[in-house]
């Protein structure tokens, strides 16, 4: 059943929105710039699985919470590595 709900049109569509909606993602998390249809997202599974999965798939990493970034990963590199 999973599978057959993955190759649906619906779920590739929702997957297409939710890739791109993941890159749209700026500074201003309280912007509204989802690339989504919505009554589609509200009633329709496949649409909905596919949607998030495709944002998650797409997303660029981001730390979660406060972490700083692994050593010599971060926008500034380390001067002293060692």
């Known amino acids: ?3 057959a709900m993955r190759n649906s049109p619906d779920f590739k569509a929702g997957y297409s929105d939710g890739c791109a909606s993941a890159g749209n993602e700026g ?5 509204d710039d989802l690339i989504r249809d ?9 649409y909905h699985a ?13 730390p979660s919470g406060n972490m700083p970034p ?3 990963q ?4 380390d001067p ?3």
């Open 80 to 82: 002293r590595p060692f």
């Open 74 to 77: 971060g926008p500034i590199p």
């Open 50 to 62: 596919g949607w998030g999965t495709g944002f998650n798939a797409c997303r660029s990493y981001q």
């Open 38 to 46: 919505e009554a589609a997202y509200r009633s329709n599974r496949a």
């Open 70 to 72: 692994p050593p010599g």
């Open 27 to 31: 500074a201003n998390k309280r912007a």
């Open 1 to 3: 059943a999973d599978r």
